[in-house]
């Protein structure tokens, strides 16, 4: 299932304002805003889950530059998927 990276969420995001946010998209299989540990508030970044890619470019075109707790948000493609790499580590022989 494609996955987008969404930054400069404001330190009040949680996870349930990002799955609702993106739900105007499509259907989002989860949402999860980064937390600090000792603070509990978002660190500025996250990560949605889209049911499909189409979802996702309709999230990038609708949701890419749009307002969220009174922050603009930026969508980007995970970026532990860039140059086709999955972010999975593999046993080296």
């Not at 993106?22 to 600090?36: C, I, K, N, Q």
Request: glycine share 10%; net charge positive; charged share 25%.
């Amino acid at each position: 299932m494609p996955k987008v990276y969404v930054g400069n969420l404001a330190s009040s995001v949680t996870s349930r304002d990002l799955m609702a946010h993106f739900e105007r998209a499509g259907e989002v299989v989860s949402a999860l805003a980064v937390t600090d540990r000792i603070t509990g508030r978002c660190r500025g970044f996250g990560f949605v889950e889209m049911a499909e890619l189409s979802d996702v470019a309709v999230a990038f075109s609708l949701l890419n530059g749009s307002l969220l707790n009174g922050q603009l948000i930026r969508i980007e493609p995970d970026p532990s998927l860039r140059n086709g790499k999955s972010g999975k580590r593999t046993a080296r022989s």
